[in-house]
């Protein structure tokens, strides 16, 4: 196993605009198209810290908050809140900002898990994570009751 990293090691931030094309009939960002740009920077994250390709296991939690609007300005930020030996839980906040009146608001955020992939397309171990701002401490502190959670899930769907 490698060396302990910090959380603010495998921060990521991607900003896009919101186009036409990428809206419904309200001219408000359609909701696939803010899971895709979630997934590529959960991805990116999660292979910054494990220096490895990835797979998502899963979207664990979405929550979309507010719409952005054509025009509006997407800052996506991503971070790595917990490992295990070899999966990796990031969590991903959007904000949108209408260029026009300066005005910024939270639009989804979203924790997803990652697996870091070795040789022959087989999960490889990922080095651990510390915090360090008071904001990762409470991502990091939270990350066991979210990691059983997710095994509840999973044992129910065995049902």
């Known amino acids: ?8 090691q495998s921060r990521t931030i991607q900003t896009k605009l919101v186009l036409p094309p990428d809206t419904n009939h309200l001219q408000t960002i359609f909701g696939g198209k803010v899971l895709a740009y979630i997934d590529e920077i959960a991805a990116i994250t999660a292979m910054k810290h494990a220096k490895s390709t990835v797979v998502t296991a899963s979207i664990d939690s979405v929550d979309f908050v507010s719409s952005a609007r054509v025009g509006d300005m997407l800052e996506l930020e991503a971070v790595v809140t917990s490992t295990g030996r070899t999966s990796m839980e990031v969590f991903v906040s959007v904000h949108s900002t209408n260029l026009l009146t300066g005005e910024k608001k939270l639009t989804t955020e979203s924790f997803l898990t990652m697996v870091a992939m070795g040789e022959h397309h087989k999960p490889t171990a990922v080095p651990s ?9 409470s991502l990091f502190e939270t990350a066991p009751a979210r990691r059983e959670h997710r095994k509840l899930r999973n044992e129910m769907k065995h049902y």
């Open 1 to 8: 196993m490698t060396e302990s990293k910090s959380m603010s």
């Open 129 to 137: 994570i510390y915090p360090e701002t008071d904001a990762e401490k």
